[in-house]
């Protein structure tokens, strides 16, 4: 799985960005996060989280993709971060899949 917390301004070309290599399942949240952004005035930032579950050969696709759309070098940018599924469950039909 691969979680993004990006900028609420790099949310659609990021999404186009990941239609293009065939990633189209994904979930995404607004988060609420205090990093070095923060000022006294702004306690927190609001960001996007995107959570993608690709197999393990198409995660450094993903992250390049959501780094190549968000970096800009400035506090704020957010995070990728990439951990391993051992499984899913489809609720409706109850299949486990690996």
């Known amino acids: ?3 993004g917390i990006i900028r609420e301004t790099c949310l659609g070309r990021t999404v186009k960005e990941l239609e293009k290599i065939n990633v ?5 949240s607004v988060v609420k996060g205090i990093g ?11 960001h996007n989280m995107i959570q993608i579950i690709v197999p393990d050969e ?20 957010g995070i ?3 951990s391993q599924i ?9 299949e486990r899949l690996q």
Request: net charge negative.
């Open 58 to 77: 198409k995660v450094e696709e993903v992250e390049d993709v959501i780094l190549n759309c968000t970096h800009t070098g400035m506090a704020g940018d």
């Open 36 to 46: 070095e952004q923060v000022t006294l005035y702004k306690p927190y930032a609001i």
């Open 1 to 3: 799985m691969v979680i």
């Open 80 to 82: 990728v971060a990439v």
């Open 86 to 94: 051992d499984y899913m469950i489809k609720i409706r039909s109850k």
């Open 24 to 28: 189209r399942s994904m979930t995404i």
